[in-house]
Every structure is written in C-alpha cells, then in structure tokens.
C-alpha cells in the first residue's frame, strides 16, 4: 500500500497525468546514445551543441509567419505529443506558433546524464535560437514542466516575452517555503520518501515498476485521494501512460532518464523561485501562475503563498480546476489570451477571504 501511494503521488504531482497521447510513441525504441531507435526517428529534430538530439513538434502558423512564438514544456512521463486543448481556429487567428519539444530523454529526444535545473533552461534556449524563433519568445511549463521554465524566468529572463506556469509542482526543499504550510502535508512526507528510494534503491524501483502483481499503468484509476472529480473524468477517456506501461519502463534507459527528472525537480536547486526579484520592472514581459482551486495535487493554498510572495506574477485559479487543466479548452485559450494579450477573465480571479 506503500509503494502503491507512492507511485500514485509520483505519476500525479509530477505532471505525468498531462499526457495523453496523440499517437503512440516509442515502440521498440532502443540504442545505446538515446532512448530511441535512430532508424524509427521521423519527427523533426535539432542537434544540441553538446551532441545531443531534441526531438519537437510544431502546431499553429508557420514560425516564419507567425505573431507569437510559444515554447510548451511537457510534464513528468509526458512527450512532446501531450494534449494542449487550444483550438487550431484559435491559434491560426492569433498568429501563434506552438513549438513542443520532447525534453532530454523523453519520446525521440537524447537523454542528458548531466542533467540539471540550468541545463533545463539552457536546451530551451539552444532550441529557440537553432530554429530561429527571434530576440524573445514564450514559455508555457505544465506540471513538473515548469521547473524549466522558472529556470529560464532565473537565467534568460531577456529572452523571454512572457511566461505562463500552469500547475506548476512546488519543490518542498525550497528553503523559504514556510514550515507552517507544509509540516502536516503527506505530499511532503511522500515526496521525501520517494527522493531516497530513487537516488539510493533505483533498482527496487525498476523492479517494483516492472513487476506483475500491481500493473503501474492502472494505479491512477478512480483514485480521488489524489484527483478532483474532474480531473478523474479526464483520466477515464484518456489513452493511458505510454512510459509507465511495464513495456515501456522496463527499458532501463527510460527509467533512468524519469529517475534523473525526478531527482532534479525535487532536489535542492541553485536558486530558490520565492526569493526571485521582479526582472521585469517595466513590464516589458509578464509571468502567470493558472492552478485549479480543486487541485489535489498541487494544494491551492501553496500556490496562493507563491503568489502573494511573488506579487509580480499575475495568478488566475480556476474554481472547478483540477491538476489536469491542460485538457479544457476553455481554461488552455485563457491561459494564451492572457498570456499574449494581457486579458485578465474574471471569472480566473481568485476569490481570496481577506
């Protein structure tokens, strides 16, 4: 029941829950530089200046006649083909061009041994200059998605235009996260236990995940400890996770690329978001936190301390949001007129009780 919880957490609270897929994806995918066949690779991708591929999709105009660029981060356990429920009609209309890539060792991408926070920002950056999306451009993270992109609000803020965090995962070893906030939530307690067993048990872990008695693909289901009422009817419809099958997660090299994820996320970072200055005083760019009120994943109230701590970052809740917010449309065309246009919907404004 432990480890069942554990995992459970781990799929949710990581973002892996934002992936449905548009297609199935890695089958057979095995070599010994990257978590992919290079023979079956036939997606567009960029060359790193370390050597590395980064594997990417385009959705919207073509970047070479488009109004905004926007680059999507995916989640835990996710790809670059996750659901981002924005309408073409909408997309073409504003003049956006949608880039989601596949982060190192995700779906066709390499995956990076030295990975770390900044390393997060600087693939993002590498990308966005090798396809020539211009002087700035936008970064949407979702879930886990987002600790790259507060790394890049910390490292490129002049690269960037604007910076949308949709349910952004917090990171309990932030050191000026309050102790009063947090010292009676089992996420904590969860997430610490679940950073030892993946940096000093990994190969429990393998062998938990690809083990017969509990299938991992399945844990999530009708699970409402962990998942609001909505979020629960979007994992009913959706196609499953292809990573956490045991076909796809008995590659040792997908497990290891999810295990460094995991450890870089919620291990101690270079730099603390909470303390993060304004570093747009003249609001040349703007930053937007989107949380569900209904979020069991993330609880509304840390995020409500981010930002109240942070009042440069303009917050939108969404009152019957879940943690799986990516798969409305409604809330995902919000997030992008917000975002591009400075719209502010009432209907997103957190009722705070003074």
């Known amino acids: 029941m432990v480890f069942r919880r554990i995992l459970v957490l781990m799929m949710g609270c990581l973002g892996c829950a934002d992936q449905t897929t548009e297609q199935n994806a890695n089958n057979n995918m095995e070599s010994k530089s990257s978590v992919v066949d290079e023979s079956a690779i036939t997606t567009l991708r960029v060359r790193l200046s370390d050597g590395r591929y980064l594997a990417y999709r385009e959705r919207g105009v073509p970047k070479n006649k488009c109004k905004y660029s926007i680059i999507l981060v995916h989640g835990f356990g996710s790809s670059k083909e996750m659901s981002f429920m924005a309408s073409d009609k909408l997309l073409d209309g504003m003049g956006i061009y949608l880039l989601i890539y596949d982060r190192a060792g995700y779906g066709e991408s390499d995956p990076n041994p030295k990975r770390s926070v900044k390393s997060e920002a600087s693939d993002i950056e590498e990308l966005a200059d090798q396809l020539q999306l211009g002087s700035k451009y936008y970064v949407i993270g979702v879930s886990l998605g987002c600790y790259p992109a507060w790394s890049c609000i910390k490292r490129i803020p002049q690269k960037l235009a604007g910076v949308a965090l949709i349910v952004p995962f917090i990171n309990y070893k932030w050191r000026s996260l309050p102790d009063d906030l947090t010292k009676d939530d089992y996420r904590k307690q969860l997430c610490r236990l679940m950073l030892l067993l993946t940096c000093y048990t990994p190969g429990l872990l393998h062998w938990w995940f690809t083990q017969n008695m509990f299938p991992s693909a399945t844990v999530l289901e009708?699970?409402?400890?962990?998942?609001?009422?909505?979020?629960?009817?979007?994992?009913?419809?959706?196609?499953?996770?292809?990573?956490?099958?045991?076909?796809?997660?008995?590659?040792?090299?997908?497990?290891?690329?999810?295990?460094?994820?995991?450890?870089?996320?919620?291990?101690?970072?270079?730099?603390?978001?909470?303390?993060?200055?304004?570093?747009?005083?003249?609001?040349?760019?703007?930053?937007?936190?989107?949380?569900?009120?209904?979020?069991?994943?993330?609880?509304?109230?840390?995020?409500?301390?981010?930002?109240?701590?942070?009042?440069?970052?303009?917050?939108?809740?969404?009152?019957?949001?879940?943690?799986?917010?990516?798969?409305?449309?409604?809330?995902?065309?919000?997030?992008?007129?917000?975002?591009l246009l400075g719209e502010d919907p009432p209907l997103y404004r957190p009722k705070l009780v003074v």
């Open 222 to 339: 009708g699970n409402p400890k962990f998942f609001c009422g909505k979020d629960l009817a979007v994992l009913k419809n959706t196609d499953g996770y292809q990573l956490f099958t045991q076909d796809g997660i008995r590659k040792r090299r997908v497990f290891d690329s999810l295990r460094r994820d995991f450890i870089v996320a919620f291990s101690k970072w270079d730099f603390d978001p909470l303390e993060l200055s304004n570093p747009y005083p003249q609001n040349e760019s703007s930053v937007h936190i989107w949380q569900g009120y209904e979020d069991k994943v993330v609880p509304v109230q840390l995020q409500r301390h981010v930002s109240k701590t942070l009042p440069w970052i303009r917050y939108h809740e969404v009152p019957d949001g879940g943690h799986l917010l990516v798969y409305d449309t409604v809330v995902c065309e919000a997030v992008l007129t917000s975002l």
